[in-house]
């Protein structure tokens, strides 16, 4: 069999969950499975580690470089209006759009899986069969936070029904596929991430106080601004507790929110390697995660492997993908059941704190790439013998 995929995410994202799942999953393919790329030029990390592309290029000029060069608003837009206008430019994303339907006009593969949603491939497919992964519905569920013509809004819907097969990663992903877009049940399989692999984290930690951790961005559906109410008041008790963030740095809009409610000096944000997030995992009292909404989230899976616990809005996937192992509030008015939630973690003894790290690592073991490896195989096995 042979698969060829695009170059859609290895180009919009130099890291980040969707290049890193597709790395994963062709990684753990078996020899017998031949995996193509169509992508010339990247600066993907996952890409460049997995090493699955033997010919692989530094970018020249993309979006990003672009807007470090050219750093004025409204740059990304203009890079994008002018990239699509004139195709022949020498950009990173049309050499590689190029390459991708190369690849697609010779026919020579057997299914053929876009990394994202722009239909550009749907001419070139001659009859082969197509399977299309949908990570999440935030941009129909929440539209105010993306923009009218986003192409998850404008091209998912056309590329759902012409698939041969979907594959969603949650039964909340599904579900949400069947009833906003009416997707017939048939045609979706669930297909669960992997997760790392368990981890002792040894050493000291880096930050030397009590502290819960918040990973990642924090923009909108993402709940933080409920988070930082609910800590400011248990904060008022805990004199030392800090709620330690990774991502993008605070803007302005955060750090009015902060000074706000009186926690600027208490909530505090670390640029973190590879390393530094597994070690905040490891000696946090809790990973929150008080978002709306995820399609899976990943950083339930990182949490349980570094033995942290998890504190989680009974929203969206998080039942699903926690189960017993995961500690959970409801996302009430005022917050309260996330703060007292929060003074409950801050009570456990060892022993009890120790029980909940271990049903993590125990539910951590039902998310492997090697199954899901095996579960996608199938997939396309199905769509090749209709």
């Not at 998912?156 to 969603?168: H, N, R, T, Y």
């Not at 396309?380 to 013998?385: A, F, G, I, K, R």
Request: proline letters at 4%; aromatic letters at 14%.
């Amino acid at each position: 069999m042979k698969v060829l995929y695009d170059y859609q995410a290895f180009t919009m994202q130099y890291f980040g969950g969707v290049s890193k799942c597709f790395c994963e999953l062709i990684s753990h393919f078996p020899d017998s499975v031949e995996a193509e790329i169509g992508i010339v030029q990247s600066d993907n990390v996952h890409l460049k580690q997995s090493r699955l592309c033997s010919k692989l290029h530094p970018v020249g000029i993309d979006s990003y470089k672009f807007r470090e060069r050219y750093n004025f608003r409204g740059a990304y837009r203009l890079y994008c209006t002018v990239n699509k206008l004139f195709p022949s430019l020498p950009t990173a994303e049309n050499i590689n759009k190029l390459k991708s339907t190369e690849l697609l006009k010779s026919g020579e593969y057997d299914v053929f899986h876009p990394t994202f949603f722009d239909c550009y491939f749907l001419p070139y497919l001659n009859g082969k069969p197509f399977v299309l992964t949908v990570h999440d519905m935030m941009p129909e569920i929440f539209p105010r936070y993306f923009g009218k013509n986003d192409m998850q809004i404008m091209e998912k819907k056309k590329l759902v029904d012409k698939a041969s097969a979907i594959i969603a990663v949650s039964k909340q992903t599904k579900y949400d596929l069947i009833d906003i877009l009416n997707v017939p049940e048939n045609k979706v399989t669930v297909i669960y991430h992997g997760g790392p692999q368990k981890e002792m984290i040894t050493g000291d930690p880096i930050i030397k106080v009590p502290y819960f951790l918040y990973m990642g961005t924090r923009n909108a559906y993402k709940n933080f601004d409920r988070l930082v109410l609910a800590f400011s008041q248990v904060a008022e008790y805990h004199k030392d507790l800090l709620l330690v963030c990774t991502g993008g740095d605070f803007n302005v809009s955060e750090m009015n929110l902060l000074q706000q409610y009186g926690v600027e000096d208490r909530v505090v944000h670390l640029f973190a390697s590879e390393s530094d997030v597994k070690n905040l995992y490891a000696f946090a009292k809790a990973f929150i995660y008080p978002s709306l909404y995820e399609g899976f989230g990943m950083p339930i899976l990182e949490a349980f492997a570094y033995g942290c616990p998890v504190l989680l809005n009974k929203k969206s996937c998080f039942p699903e993908i926690a189960d017993d192992a995961g500690f959970f509030f409801h996302d009430d008015n005022d917050f309260s059941d996330l703060r007292e939630k929060m003074e409950e973690v801050l009570d456990w003894n060892d022993e009890k704190r120790n029980f909940i790290i271990q049903k993590g690592y125990k539910r951590l073991t039902s998310f492997r790439w090697e199954e899901a490896s095996r579960q996608l195989l199938a997939v396309y096995h199905s769509v090749m013998n209709r």
